[in-house]
Structure formats: C-alpha cells, structure tokens
C-alpha cells in the first residue's frame, strides 16, 4: 500500500546537539550583522559610560577626589586623578549594564519581527536565537569594555595590575556580563513593547550609583549604606577595583561568584521558558 | 499499518495534511470549533472565509507554531504532537504576516534559510541566486528587505519558504494587499508550484483566488467549516443562476414585470431579475415573448453562480 512513510526515526541526541550549535552560530552571525549594519544602538550604550566617565573626572572629580578623605581605600591620596582610579571600575561596570540595556531592545525589537514566527515552524534548535543573542551581546560588551577601558587610561586612570589580575578581572567582567545579558534577555522577552524593554532594565543602571562605585558607601546615609552594602554591584565593583588597583578584595569575589551564577542561572530558565511559552495569537 | 495514512473512499491517494476535530480557544473566545481537514499529496485546498473566521489559527495548528486544544493532525504523516520537529522538516510556512530579517537583504535573507537547512555554503548560494531568478528579485537582491515593497516583500518570502525545498506548503493569505498584477504573478508561481507535486493549503478571503486555483475549497465560518468539495461541486449547491434584463423607462419595466414570472425588480435601477441557467433555448424563449408583447430590452446580463453566491448562500453574509 503506497503511504506516506512515517519516518518517525527519533532524532539522535547527538545530531540535536551539533545542530543546536550550528544554529546557534547562523544566529549569532545574524545578531552580528545587525550590530554592524545599524551600529546606532551599539555606538550609544558604548559613549553613555563614556560621558558619564568624563562627567565624573571632570566636573565632579576634582571635588570628590579629595572628599573620599578618610573613606578612601588605603593607598589612594585625594585629587582628580585619584578620582579616576576610583571611579574607572564603576564605568566598566556601567558599559556592561548600558550594553545588556541594549541587548533588552534589541531582543525586544526582534520578537517584533515576523521571522522570529518563521523560526518556530522551521527545524531550528529552539535555544540557538535567545544564544545568538547572548554571544552577541557578550561580544558588543566586551567592545564596550575595552572602549571605555581606554578611555579611562586616557583621562589618567592608572591600573597597577599584573596579568594574572587582568585575567581575572576580564573573568570577572565576562561573569557579570553573563548574568545581566540573560536578565535583560529576560526582560526584553517579557516586554509588551520595544519602548518597555529599554525602560525596564533602567533600575540595573542605578544600582552603580547606589554601591561603593562612585563614592565610598561610609559616606552614605544609614538605609542607602544598608542597600549599599548587600547589593551585587558593590561586591563586582570592590572586586574589580582590587583586582586593578590593588585595594583590598577579601571575601566579595565570592559574593561576586554567587551573585552572577544564581542571577545567571534564574534568568536562563526564565528566558527559556519566556520564549518558549506559546505565542499569542495575532 | 501506518497510522499516518488517510485514504479517501475509493481512491488509493493519501493525504498531506489531515486533521481531525481541531479545537482551538483562547480565552473565552472560541476560535475552531472542531474542524475537519483533508488535503491529499500534490493537490491545493483553499481555506476560504472571511476575517476572524478562524484561518490564520488553522495554519497556526497545522503548522506547529500552536498547539490545539484537541484534535488530531498529521502532516507528511508526522504527528505535530508527538514529533514537531519531524513535522517542520516536511513543511514550508509563509504567514501573513511578512516573515523577513528587514536588515537584511533579499539574499541573505535566502542563505539565512540555507544555513539553517544546514546546506553546504555552494548550494546554499546557488540556490539563493536561483529563487532571486525565479522571483524576479535579482536587481532587489542585495538590498535590504526593509526598503521591499509589499509585493516584492511577499515573493522574497515565499522564496524563503522554498529553500529547503518542502513538499507540503501553507500559504496564509498570500495575496492579501497585492496589486493585481503581483497577484497574478503570486498565481502562476503557486500553480508552478503543484505542477512540481507540492501540496498546498492556502488560506484566502478571495473566492476567486479559490475558484482560480484550489483543487478543493472548505468554507470556514465561525471556527467551523461549512462546507467543502471542488469549486464546482460548491457551485452546484447553489440553484442556477439568474438572467437580469433592463429597461429604458418606467412603463416598459411595469410591462415586462407583468408579462414575466420575475424574482426580483428595481425601480431605480429599471431591472428585472428572472431565474435561468442562461441556456440558449432559455434565452431565445424569453426574447421572442417580449418581442411578440413588443417590450424594448435595454440589456441583458446572465448571471452564473459564483463562490460569491455559494458563500452567500452557506453563510447568509456577502463574500469579502
């Protein structure tokens, strides 16, 4: 009896894997391509750290430099260039979170699009678009980084780092990086609009501020100390800056850990899910 | 025995797309309300209604993208359920929506496919400049998707679908906001299509589109399908068609009408409506009455049953 042969051999899990890779890097050379045939996204989450470092030298650096006074950590003297050693490591945080602000747009702008409908009624390994999205991001970050690192070498930030500890510094960064790409990930899929994904990440741009990256947390009043204290961009931010500067680390590298592997791992499978929920029909 | 053969009475064919008792909600809102669907290999089914009838959603459940609340479907006799992604390997989906990258261009958007099918770079390249051809995008071909009108748009689309070469095709609406002579294009390309043993399942709000090109056409209303066969099985459902006449003025009109068993007048239009199949004999019977009672007829038209009328007739509503 001629029929159509239900070819039903289950797929190798093996075969499912090295497709998901494949797909994985088709989709990351797609997120590629964008970036670089509409860099305007990546060019503002690049300057923003970029204005807010010269802001700070600059205009408040003078001033604050020699108010970090008692609340310095040891080894630093007062003064605009003492400023910049301070504050470089809070900037290199921000070009993360300002380039993870950028990945909720783009992933937000994206969902929009109708070929993401495409994707789901073709055999495409379903992780490989939200991965192509992350390596994507991970790579704009790192551009990002390196940018606002020379920067801020160029206004006098004066790092005394071995390589060992710029390694583990770039560890450190890729970790965080990690962590807020997936959260924003996350909140670019769970956005009802492009306009709510740039907005909702807007709390992770503050969290610098409201840490030991621009003013030492002593000098904050009581409940903004306590916040201060405990929140995760104080621990990156204190362990960035001794690894570069070789103020004292002690136990925030593993705060530091803990943080971007739980925030990692919650937002992956939140996103997972987000994205795999059924769509809403048209 | 395969599960996954559908045969029809008689005929050793088999189907592509079967379904059976499909239900769709969302919400409250009741979208199919159990629906029937059979498309044997190589041959086109229109889904024909109007907007909100539920089409889009039938596409959606045949073609992975959701999941229905109850019923059962294959599709190259693969079981969405159980296998989806044996099921997308068979099928090829153009949504209504156009789904192309806008930042990329018409050819990447192509080798974008063709990686994803994992063809080896050569092909893939090859086959991009081959649909460009086939779709008249060549000169479009290296610009970006986004700056495509809404008919180029549609064929670099459906040239997507097509990479991967699938033997079962949905098409949602395909001419929706084409130009005529775009959509006649969109034609000769989806008949081309089946002449190569593609099964098609195109949803339309066209019944002319249907009439044009469907093997077979079901008549979706409100989440049900109410009815189905060849366009002209569905044309013999309706009682013949009818012969309208026209006259100069008033007194001719009240003439005619006297003399003829019409089914319907307009006195502002001057017309007469009168049954018939518009037969020869019919028609030369009808003149030689009015010539002997010496009544002047302005114009005739006959009228034949169109899917206009079926649609009318099954649904109480005007076509689209």
């Known amino acids: 009896m001629s029929t159509i042969t239900a070819t039903a051999s289950p797929v190798i899990t093996a075969d499912a894997r090295s497709h998901a890779f494949a797909h994985a890097r088709i989709m990351l050379r797609r997120n590629l391509k964008h970036m670089q045939r509409y860099p305007s996204l990546t060019l503002m989450v690049m300057l923003m750290p970029i204005v807010f470092l010269l802001l700070f030298v600059y205009v408040f650096g003078g001033t604050l430099g020699s108010g970090l006074g008692g609340g310095m950590p040891a080894g630093m003297h007062g003064g605009r260039s003492a400023y910049a050693d301070y504050v470089a490591p809070a900037i290199i945080l921000m070009a993360v979170v300002a380039a993870a602000q950028g990945t909720a747009i783009a992933v937000a702008q994206d969902m929009t699009e109708g070929i993401i409908a495409r994707f789901r009624t073709m055999a495409v390994a379903r992780s490989s678009v939200l991965t192509g999205h992350v390596v994507g991001a991970t790579i704009q970050t790192l551009i990002g980084v390196v940018a606002v690192t020379g920067a801020a070498l160029a206004v006098g930030f004066r790092p005394h780092a071995n390589v060992a500890e710029w390694f583990a510094a770039l560890g450190v960064i890729l970790m965080l990086t990690c962590a807020v790409t997936w959260l924003c990930v996350g909140l670019g899929l769970s956005a009802k609009s492009v306009e709510t994904a740039s907005n909702s990440p807007m709390f992770l741009m503050l969290l610098p501020f409201l840490g030991s990256g621009f003013v030492p947390t002593s000098s904050l009043p009581t409940v903004v100390r306590w916040f201060a204290e405990y929140q995760p961009f104080t621990a990156v931010n204190e362990t960035l800056r001794g690894l570069l500067t070789g103020t004292k680390i002690g136990d925030n590298l593993v705060i530091t850990i803990a943080w971007c592997v739980g925030v990692t791992l919650v937002s992956y499978v939140w996103s997972r899910r987000l994205y795999e929920r059924e769509p809403k029909a048209k | ?320």
Request: proline fraction near 4%; charge should be negative.
């Open chain 2, 1 to 320: 025995m395969n599960t996954a053969t559908y045969e029809t009475a008689g005929a050793r064919t088999v189907a592509a797309i079967a379904a059976r008792g499909l239900h769709k909600s969302f919400g409250e809102k009741t979208v199919l309300d159990g629906i029937d669907l059979t498309v044997e290999q190589g041959t086109i089914l229109a889904l024909l209604g109007p907007n909100g009838a539920g089409k889009t959603t039938a596409v959606h459940l045949l073609t992975t993208y959701l999941r229905p609340d109850a019923g059962e479907i294959r599709v190259a006799g693969q079981d969405p359920e159980k296998n989806p992604q044996a099921v997308r390997r068979a099928i090829g989906v153009t949504g209504q929506f156009s789904a192309v990258d806008g930042y990329l261009t018409g050819r990447e958007n192509l080798k974008l496919m063709a990686d994803l099918h994992l063809l080896p770079a050569a092909v893939g390249r090859r086959r991009a400049a081959e649909l460009l051809e086939r779709f008249e995008l060549v000169e479009a071909g290296d610009k970006p998707a986004s700056s495509y009108s809404g008919g180029m748009k549609r064929k670099l689309d459906l040239a997507m679908t097509l990479v991967g070469d699938p033997k079962v095709i949905f098409l949602d609406e395909p001419t929706t906001g084409l130009d005529p002579r775009s959509r006649r294009t969109m034609w000769d390309i989806i008949r081309g299509l089946v002449a190569e043993g593609t099964t098609i399942l195109l949803t339309t709000q066209y019944l002319e589109e249907a009439d044009q090109l469907a093997d077979r056409v079901a008549v979706l209303d409100g989440g049900r399908i109410v009815a189905e066969g060849t366009p002209a099985e569905l044309k013999a459902r309706i009682p013949g068609g009818h012969i309208e006449l026209s006259f100069a003025d008033r007194t001719a009109l009240d003439a005619a009408a006297t003399l003829l068993d019409a089914t319907g007048r307009d006195d502002d239009a001057l017309t007469l409506q009168l049954p018939g199949d518009g037969s020869v004999s019919t028609l030369w019977t009808l003149l030689n009455r009015l010539r002997e009672a010496s009544i002047e007829v302005t114009s005739l038209a006959v009228h034949t049953p169109d899917l206009d009328d079926v649609f009318f007739a099954l649904t109480g509503r005007k076509g689209a």
